[in-house]
Every structure is written in C-alpha cells, then in structure tokens.
C-alpha cells in the first residue's frame, strides 16, 4: 500500500498499473499518514492518468471528496474529469433520485474530510469563482438552492434547527457565499443587475438578524455592490446604458420604463450603482433637459439666463393655470426649472416667517394699546388708577390681536399648499414608502404644528368675536383680577394654557423645522451636501448617546434627589424632582455650581461630604468621559463619510434629482392650491378607469426570487 501511494502520489502511470494488476485486492482507498487517499494525492498533483486509473476503483465518498479537493485547488481540467466521469454521475443521479439537494444531513463518512457536509460542487465552484465548473452543472440541471428565511416556521427548517443548529447556519452562509459569486450570478440569472439588488438587500437584512455572522453577511453585500459596478464598467455607449437603467419588469420580458432601474437602485441603496459615472452622467443629462448647454455655460451666461427665467416666471405661471398644455408652458415640466421654482416658493415662506417675527416684536405691541386703540376706556382706567393709587395692570398694557396679519393669512395658504403637497405623495407612492423618509416625517410634524397654532388663534378670535373687549373695558372698574378670565389684558394675568400661548409655541417649533427643512436642499451643492450628510450621521450618534447619557444621569439624580428630599427650605438646586433634573441637566454645560450641595443653615457635613463626592463623580463621568465619547464617535462618522464623500454626495443628490426628474408637481406651493381640486378628480377617476391587472405591482422572477418592482417614490437619505 505504501509503494502505491507513492507511485500515485509522483505519478508512475506503469507502477500503479503493475501494483494494480499484480494485487487485484488491493486496496485503493487506503491511507497515508496524513489520511490521504491515492485519488486525493493524484488530484493534488494533476496526475490525470493516475486519476482515470482510480476513479473505477475508488468508492463514491472519495470520489465526491476529491471532486471538491480538485475545485478547491483550482485544477480544472481534472474536476471536470471527475464531474463528467461514469460513477460521479451515477452518485449524483442517486442522490437526485433520494431527493437529498442540499446535504444538509448527510454525516461526514471520513474524520479527514476538510468540507462541510453541505459544501457541494457547485456551491464551492461559485466561491471560487471557476465559471467552466459552474457551467458545467448549470447545464446539467444543477442549482443553489435559496436558503429559507431566518425565522421561516416550516417543518424542514424546524428539522434542520434541531438537528445542528451551527451546521445550519453555517449551511445559510455558505448557500449565500455560492449565490453572491460573480460566476454564478453572471450564468444563471437572465438579469444579474436586479439579481444581484434583490441578494444584496436579503444579506444586509440578514445581516442585521444573524448578528453572528453580520460581518461575513455585510461583506457578500458590498462584493455584490462591486459586481454590479463592475458590469456599468463594461457598458460601451449611451444605447446601452439606457437599456441598463430603463429595464424594468420581469427578466424575460423586454420593457423599459424611464431610469426604473436606477430608482430600484436608490430604492435599494446601491450607493456604488448610483454614483458611477455612466449613472451620473445620463442623470445630469436628463435634470438639465431643456436648458441648453447648462452645465456647460460660464457663469455670465448662467446669470443671464437665471434673470430672463425670473423674469418670464410668473407670466408663464399665469399661462399654465389657463391652459397647462400649451407649448409656451412646456419649460416648466423641466426638472431644473421646477426645482428653481419649488426653492423659491420655499424661501419665500421662510421670507414670511422672518416677517412675522419682525412685525410681532415691532408693530402688534406698539400700535394696538388700550390708550391708542380704546381711548375713552383708557380715560376711565386711569381715573381708577388715580383714585386707588395703584396701576393694576401698569400705565398702560397692550391688546390682543382680533384678526389675522397679512403674513399670518399668507403663510395659511402656503402651509394648505404644503399639506395637499404631502397629501398627494401619500396618495402617488402609499403611505409605507412615506414614513420612511426622514423628511416626510418633518413635513409632517412641520404642516402639524402650523395647522395646530392657526387652528387655535381661529379659535381665539372667534371666541373674541362673540365676547367684546369693549365689554370687558365697560366692566373692568366694576370686577376685579381675580374675576376676569379671559380678556385683553396685560400677560401677566393670562391663564398657561391660552390658546395663544399654545399657539405661538407650536408656531416657534413649526419655524425651527420650517429652516431645518433647508437641509434637503444642499446636496444640490458639491460643498454643502458632504456636510449635511455628515450632520445626519453626528445626529444618530447624539440620539445613540443620549440613550446612554439618560441612564446616567437618571441614576445620579435620583441619588441626589433622595440624598437632599429633606433639606427643601436650605437646599433649592436638589430639593424637589424638577430642581434637580435642572442642576443635574445644566451641569453638562459647564453651567453647575460647586457650592450647589451646601446645606445652608444645616450643621450636617457628612450628607454635604456625600453629595461633593456624588456630584463630583456626576461631572466627571458626564463631561470627561461621555462628551469626550461623543465627540469620538461624531469625529469617526466625519471621517466616514469625508473618505468616501464623492459617492456619499452623488448618492444623495441623485435623490434630490430624481424627485424633480419624476413626475412631479409643476405649480410651486401655494399656486398648486388652484389645481389640487382638478388634480384630484383626475386621480379619482384613473383608479376607477384602471383594470385589475393595473392594480397590483408588476412582480419580477429572477434566480428563484420573486420581488415586487417598486418606484423609489419619496425617498430620502439622511
């Protein structure tokens, strides 16, 4: 046996045939020290010869164990030999017949077997990327079978947990590993661009169930990502790319629907896909369809032209609104021209909230007094002034408004025109792809404060309507404070809860989100979009922080709290729960006292010892450690993204683009308020037109995988 193994080891052709003969008993599945057998030697060393001599001889295990020796070490021509071999393909028309595709509970015949039981040709073919190999089985009927869901209840799966839970896992990452090959994709799916979207989405979602292999999931993802780019790179001319990024629908049907493809992209975050320059280059195209040379022009023709389309903007409004299907209208369907036009309309608004400001700090108060607006009843209020000594709500004091500002009416229509903006996305691209964005979610709280505050200044003044402030000016020597509820006085006397104190308090918040809404505009600008996509990460590392910073904090106020309960008449930074959440709060601005612990009158310096060394240790962990954490982790996602800030930058502007690019609204907020009644009808009258078949997305079957073909919608990224 030892003159065998070497002879099939070194490939001596004529000593294996001599030993062969002279010993017919031999045993050719024996061993070497190591546990190899002659077949595996020979397919180590390319003996081919040697190998078709064995092959008649060797039993099936390691014959299927060589075959899987050969793939693995790149040999081919010899795993081809045994793959098309008489005994290899009565194994496998056996195994076919049992019904047993995956071997996943098939036992390891030999201890030595460096393959996992559920490793099978193919599947470690398309690890290796050995497109001959998976040719070859492809053709012959072959295929990797689509590991069921992570949570998937059949009875299979529930067989294969309680049978090795490892072994099933690690079965799932090596059935991903063979569909996520370049190889594979590229010979058995009909489109391996949507394919490989479908894949990479299944692995990034998994990744984020099976934590323990998230790396190895993560990784599969980002080398589909780089397959799909890979095949942008062999795209030749402009023909070609349209096809690629206008192929939509099921793989073996030729239909083409505007960049469909390249929604699904942003749809999926293909962030590789969408910034290549093919990508970019036929999307750049398209948003300054219409323009001219835009891209092109020196900024003396770019200023020129800006100027003449402000100019002719509002003319070409009118004529839109008399009749939107005329040619002289035609430039305002361009997506550029209406992204100018909505950025207008949006700072416009911002003009009008900047404007409020200024006129209720400089005319409300000044020009609607009690002296200036109600003289005779002012008259009568001072003579009660003289007569008790006392100005009861000071020499004067101002009035509450009894209607409406002009910029307060102005800025109702914008807020309708921003609702039925939202109200027809919902209605376009469904509710579920609506709360996804980060922005739709701002809008929404944004329209929602708005439409709060003016509902509740109607409210006021339709209760001032019916209640006269000359009513209350005629009584107001006769009743005293106390009596008087709601009425024009002095703030001082108001209740809290006034309808205008709510309202200016929804109102403020409303304003801060009416200028963070900026922020969706600056990927438009190569400078500006890097930086706002950085402060989308630093804002998850904060809400991450703070989730930490609050069990903290609540532990040492808590402790605080309890240390001090008693000392309330000394000790007012600790004394009460909301005392305390403000020294402990204002603390991690620099802004505590370390005197805020003294007892005051109080002869006890052990419980002000006990509170030195708690607040102490408050300040040191909140301010040394955590904030210096926080800028750790906002100062790595900076780097993040500056590393890769191209690709970032151009992932996100192509969504800001494609939102104009779609089609969507042409009249800007409020002008759109005209044509939202007609828009409607419009809407209500294709879905009752639309068939049955209409009704349900168009389904895509690629690689086993069926996948609804989505538009990416209102899609944000933040």
Not at 159 to 168: G, S
Not at 271 to 292: A, D, E, I, N
Not at 711 to 718: A, F, I, K, Q, S
Request: glycine fraction near 4%.
């Amino acid at each position: 046996e030892e003159e065998f193994l070497h002879a099939s080891e070194f490939g001596d052709i004529p000593g294996v045939k001599r030993l062969l003969l002279e010993y017919p008993d031999l045993n050719t599945d024996c061993i070497d020290a190591l546990g190899r057998t002659a077949l595996r030697l020979a397919v180590k060393n390319e003996h081919l010869e040697v190998l078709e001599l064995l092959l008649d001889r060797s039993s099936q295990h390691h014959i299927y164990e060589a075959v899987l020796q050969a793939i693995s070490a790149g040999h081919v021509q010899i795993a081809e030999t045994i793959l098309k071999h008489r005994r290899y393909l009565d194994m496998w028309r056996e195994r076919r017949k049992l019904g047993d595709t995956d071997g996943f509970f098939k036992t390891a015949v030999t201890a030595e077997s460096q393959f996992s039981p559920d490793i099978t040709p193919l599947i470690l073919a398309a690890q290796k990327n050995q497109y001959e190999i998976v040719q070859l089985l492809l053709l012959r009927g072959e295929t990797i079978q689509k590991p069921h869901r992570f949570s998937c209840p059949c009875q299979e799966c529930r067989n294969k947990m309680k049978f090795d839970q490892l072994r099933l896992a690690k079965y799932r990452l090596n059935a991903y590993r063979g569909l996520a090959s370049e190889a594979y994709l590229s010979l058995s799916s009909k489109d391996p661009i949507l394919s490989a979207f479908e894949l990479a989405q299944d692995l990034r979602n998994l990744a984020n169930i099976a934590k323990h292999f998230k790396k190895e999931y993560r990784e599969l993802a980002e080398q589909l990502s780089e397959y799909v780019v890979k095949l942008l790179d062999r795209i030749r001319t402009q023909e070609e790319l349209e096809m690629v990024l206008n192929k939509t629908g099921r793989s073996t049907i030729e239909k083409y629907e505007k960049l469909a493809r390249f929604k699904l992209a942003l749809l999926y975050h293909e962030k590789g896909f969408v910034s290549h320059p093919s990508c970019q280059q036929r999307l750049v195209t398209l948003w300054y369809h219409g323009m001219g040379k835009w891209d092109r022009m020196n900024w003396p023709l770019r200023i020129l032209l800006a100027v003449c389309l402000f100019l002719l903007y509002p003319f070409l409004l009118l004529i839109y609104l008399i009749s939107p299907s005329s040619k002289f209208v035609k430039i305002l369907r361009y997506p550029f021209v209406k992204f100018v036009g909505h950025t207008v309309s949006f700072f416009a608004f911002l003009v009008l909230i900047i404007a409020s400001a200024i006129e209720s700090s400089y005319g409300v108060t000044k020009t609607r007094t009690l002296n200036i607006t109600y003289p005779n009843e002012y008259t009568k209020y001072s003579e009660l002034v003289n007569e008790t000594g006392t100005p009861i709500f000071g020499e004067d004091f101002p009035l509450r408004e009894n209607f409406p500002t002009v910029t307060t009416i102005l800025m109702t229509f914008w807020v309708i025109g921003f609702m039925f903006q939202e109200c027809s996305e919902v209605f376009q691209n469904g509710i579920l792809d609506y709360i996804t964005s980060y922005y739709n979610i701002m809008d929404f709280f944004l329209i929602s404060g708005y439409t709060a505050s003016f509902t509740l200044r109607v409210l006021y003044y339709v209760y001032l309507k019916g209640i006269s402030e000359l009513l209350f000016c005629d009584f107001l020597l006769s009743i005293t404070i106390t009596d008087i509820k709601y009425d024009a006085i002095n703030r001082f006397y108001w209740d809290p809860f006034d309808p205008v104190n709510l309202s200016e308090g929804l109102f403020a918040m409303a304003n801060i989100l009416s200028f963070a809404r900026i922020s969706y505009l600056l990927p438009s600008n190569e400078s500006l979009g890097p930086l706002q996509i950085s402060l989308g990460r630093m804002l998850s590392d904060i809400v991450k922080f703070l989730t930490l910073f609050s069990f903290v904090m609540v532990a040492f106020m808590v402790g605080l709290h309890n240390l001090f309960w008693y000392y309330i008449p000394a000790q007012t930074n600790f004394g009460d729960v909301m005392a305390t959440f403000r020294t402990v709060f204002w603390s991690l601005f620099g802004r505590g006292e370390p005197g805020a612990v003294r007892l005051g009158e109080y002869d006890n310096h052990v419980t002000e010892d006990i509170g030195y060394i708690i607040y102490g240790a408050y300040n040191a962990v909140s301010v040394t450690v955590l904030l210096n954490m926080l800028i750790a982790m906002m100062t790595r996602s900076f780097q993040t993204i500056a590393e890769d800030s191209d690709a970032e930058w151009k992932f996100s502007r192509s969504i800001l683009y494609m939102e104009y690019i779609s089609d969507s609204a042409v009249l800007p907020v409020p002008l759109n308020i005209i044509a939202a009644p007609k828009e409607a009808l419009s809407a209500l009258l294709c879905s009752c037109c639309n068939n049955s078949d209409d009704d349900h997305p168009e389904k895509t079957e690629n690689n086993g995988i069926t996948t609804e073909a989505v538009g990416v919608g209102h899609v944000y990224y933040l």
